[in-house]
């Protein structure tokens, strides 16, 4: 079946710096979203993307969807400690149109102060 | 802000039992969906809801599972016999089906 490959696995980073994560497919994808997800709770959307090459920000984090339409990548600038979390990037793969969502494994971040 | 709410929060059931969890999406949304995320792992995708039917189910979603809009607002999830292999965080969710909104998750403990 379709998979995710979201890379790193986790991070330890100093408060201030900047992170980048992400994800890649062996197949097309129509949309990608970046979820972070807190301990005990659901994930909470933070960026959506629809168009090849479109590059969004939303605050301190900025997301692309790739040209070739299998891959992603989210950037944190200037993170901060409440940045914890774990990350999910997740697509809505091009052969679908039910509105499934396929997820990667998740980046764990943790920000030092 | 609108969100999808889901009760009850915890759930602890006797393996063979049914257990309902339930759901009252986004109020103008009009696709729902059930995911679980057995603990520490990924989430995973168990089923799409359209148009008071089923549009896409997962391979996870077998006979022991159903879904249900009862009415206008309540979204079901059941499991007719749990397993100890269903323990996990059950995620309502609901959106456009280009994006999804997650409610809080409702965690089953099946012992």
């Known amino acids: 079946g379709q998979q995710l490959n979201q890379s790193p696995q986790s991070m330890f980073i100093q408060e201030g710096e900047d992170v980048s994560m992400n994800c890649t497919s062996s197949?097309?994808?129509?949309?990608w979203l970046w979820y972070k997800q807190d301990p005990g709770e659901g994930p909470v959307l933070l960026i959506a993307?629809?168009?090849?090459?479109e590059l969004t920000s939303n605050g301190r984090l900025t997301a692309q969807f790739g040209i070739t339409r299998k891959d992603s990548f989210l950037n944190i600038s200037a993170s901060i400690p409440s940045d914890v979390g774990i990350y999910f990037c997740?697509?809505?793969?091009?052969?679908?149109?039910?509105?499934?969502?396929?997820f990667g494994q998740g980046t764990t971040l943790q920000v030092k102060p | 802000e609108p969100e999808v709410t889901q009760t009850p929060s915890h759930q602890v059931t006797q393996m063979g039992q049914e257990v309902i969890l339930r759901c009252v999406p986004i109020?103008?949304?009009?696709?729902f969906y059930w995911y679980r995320q057995i603990l520490g792992q990924k989430v995973e995708f168990l089923v799409s809801?359209?148009?008071?039917?089923?549009?896409?189910k997962s391979e996870i979603f077998d006979d022991q599972f159903s879904v249900e809009r009862p009415d206008g607002s309540n979204f079901t999830l059941k499991i007719r016999s749990t397993k100890l292999e269903d323990s996990a965080m059950y995620f309502c969710?609901?959106?456009?089906?280009?994006?999804?909104?997650f409610g809080q998750g409702t965690r089953l403990t099946v012992v």
């Open positions: 993307l629809y168009k090849a090459g």
């Open positions: 109020s103008n949304h009009l696709y």
């Open positions: 997740a697509g809505q793969a091009g052969s679908s149109n039910t509105g499934k969502l396929i």
């Open positions: 969710a609901s959106g456009a089906w280009t994006e999804a909104f």
């Open positions: 809801f359209y148009n008071n039917e089923i549009s896409e």
């Open positions: 197949s097309i994808f129509n949309t």
